[in-house]
């Protein structure tokens, strides 16, 4: 049975822009950023096969993996309303 956040994660993510406003690279920034929380010693979360998350006090990183490769990441901030998606970047190598 599909839930509403099956169908957000296989429609908006894989199919956002490469480039949010004025963020530049974001695809860059987001893989720094999760491999510099992977060097200090954080541990990531498999959630499914291609999916994983790095979980920290206020924010959280969400990305798919194939073949050791991230294809797409997303970082979220952790606000007492809710999450925000705060930056979305798909791997170049992967555009359509």
Same mark, same amino acid.
């Given at each position: 049975m599909k839930t509403s !956040? %099956?169908?957000?994660?296989? &429609?908006?993510?894989?199919?956002? =822009?490469?480039?949010l406003g004025n963020f530049?690279? &974001? /695809? %860059?920034? $987001?893989? &720094? %950023?999760i491999n510099e929380w992977l060097a200090l010693g954080k541990v990531s979360e !498999?959630?499914? =096969? %291609? $999916? /994983? !998350?790095l979980d920290g006090q206020n924010i959280s990183y969400y990305w798919y993996q194939t073949l050791g490769e991230i294809t797409l990441a997303v970082e979220i901030e952790k606000r007492s309303q809710g999450l925000v #998606?705060? #930056?979305?970047g798909k791997n170049p190598k992967y555009y359509y």
């Open positions: !956040r %099956s169908d957000f994660n296989e &429609t908006w993510l894989t199919e956002m =822009p490469a480039k530049g690279d &974001t /695809f %860059s920034i $987001l893989t &720094t %950023s !498999r959630l499914t =096969p %291609s $999916l /994983f !998350r #998606v705060s #930056v979305i």
